[in-house]
């Protein structure tokens, strides 16, 4: 069953719950890995605008707040 469609506001901003998932076993992001993705989540949202209202970097999943 598909999902329903977004429900969009005229003039009014939007708050997305943007996630990755990594589909290999065990925790293939280490402190390194972790450190390269929040610096270029930081560099891309100042480039497209996005306000990062929240980030969090478990070993096997990326989740995002953002508000376009």
Do not use: Q, W
């Amino acid at each position: 069953m598909p999902r329903m469609p977004r429900i969009v506001v005229k003039d009014d901003p939007a708050v997305y719950h943007v996630m990755s998932r990594v589909a290999l076993d065990g925790y293939p992001l280490g402190d390194v890995e972790k450190e390269y993705l929040l610096k270029t989540t930081r560099r891309l949202s100042s480039v497209y605008f996005a306000e990062v209202l929240g980030f969090c970097v478990p070993s096997n999943v990326v989740p995002d707040v953002v508000n376009l």
